[in-house]
């Protein structure tokens, strides 16, 4: 098959667009044909180098997949071959605690598609049985390829982790982000008024027509003194990180007492500091959130298959050209999710 493979890491350059051998298929695992897989900034991580993590090289990135079965594992029975799916990206090891409890997300041994395992960068892909997703039929499949790990992020950090609640204020970092962009629909879902950030006047438009209430240019506005002008100095409810040091004091500046951070994420940094008197004496929470369950992704795609969240694609890229792809996403242009075209 054809696939985006790296030797060893680096910047764009380091990805090729070459022969790999086709995945050989588990006794519980499907093997899918590939459509579309959108990026997310871990496949710029996972091709950068993270310290202390041994990536696997060679190594083909791409976690979140919309294809359709190409052959099936001999102990697969609720899928068929040429059956349309969505996969999701944990792959966890479905026997552990968290497992038999439903938080896959807890697993010790979990990793996502294009991670510490392959992904779907590739003309095929190869994933247990239990990551198939039914497909949106009104998606296209560089649409329906957007939704898994943006959307299921998002979800888990704001209605399981956050616990936001109708009438609430959330603040919103990043809305030109995948994540960002899936946030403030599942917050005005919810019923929440929404404050998000970016840094362009375009952007901002487009966070308006996603829903958004109150926009903020982080470049020409200083986010805590708008938070507080909109909020009438009461502050937000609940505030959805996922930046990191650049924007950390002023999340945390931002909340109202009693207020919850929620944060996935250190795009710009992770060694960020808190004054522990404004941590007590307000009561806020401070929340680590990472990825999601496979039953809140379920959830998830019956609201996309009603219509009632939509993933927000910026430029798709045939996947020949997935560095061209990882330079314009680390160029931070994009609003929503960029996505190789297969």
């Not at 969505?86 to 294009?114: E, F, I, M, Y």
């Amino acid at each position: 098959m054809k696939a985006i493979v790296f030797h060893r890491h680096g910047g764009p350059e380091v990805l090729k667009y070459a022969d790999a051998p086709e995945p050989a298929l588990r006794a519980n695992d499907v093997l899918v044909r590939v459509k579309a897989c959108a990026l997310n900034h871990l496949d710029l991580w996972v091709r950068r180098g993270l310290p202390n993590v041994p990536i696997p090289l060679p190594h083909i990135p791409g976690s979140d997949v919309a294809g359709e079965i190409a052959r099936i594992g001999a102990d697969v029975t609720a899928i068929r071959v040429g059956q349309k799916v969505v996969l999701a990206p944990l792959v966890s090891c479905g026997k552990c605690t968290a497992c038999l409890a439903g938080l896959d997300n807890h697993c010790r041994q979990a990793s996502n598609l294009g991670y510490m395992i392959d992904g779907g960068s590739a003309e095929f892909v190869r994933a247990p049985e239990v990551n198939c997703l039914a497909y949106p039929e009104n998606l296209k499949w560089e649409e329906a390829a957007a939704i898994p790990l943006v959307f299921q992020t998002a979800w888990h950090m704001l209605v399981t982790r956050g616990e936001l609640q109708a009438g609430e204020d959330v603040l919103i970092l990043g809305a030109g982000s995948g994540v960002g962009s899936a946030a403030i629909q599942i917050a005005k879902f919810f019923g929440a008024r929404v404050i998000t950030t970016a840094g362009s006047e375009e952007k901002l438009a487009k966070a308006g027509e996603l829903g958004a209430d109150h926009l903020i240019n982080y470049k020409t506005q200083k986010i805590r003194d708008e938070v507080r002008r909109i909020t009438d100095k009461r502050g937000v409810d609940v505030v959805f990180e996922h930046v990191g040091t650049a924007s950390w004091e002023d999340s945390v500046a931002s909340l109202a007492p009693a207020g919850r951070l929620v944060t996935c994420g250190a795009t710009t940094g992770y060694d960020a500091k808190v004054d522990l008197r404004f941590l007590f004496s307000r009561q806020l929470s401070l929340l680590g959130s990472y990825m999601g369950t496979k039953g809140e992704l379920h959830r998830v795609m019956k609201l996309v298959a009603g219509g009632k969240l939509k993933p927000v694609v910026d430029r798709v890229f045939p996947l020949a050209e997935a560095a061209a792809a990882h330079a314009y996403l680390e160029s931070s242009s994009q609003f929503g999710k960029v996505v190789l075209s297969v």
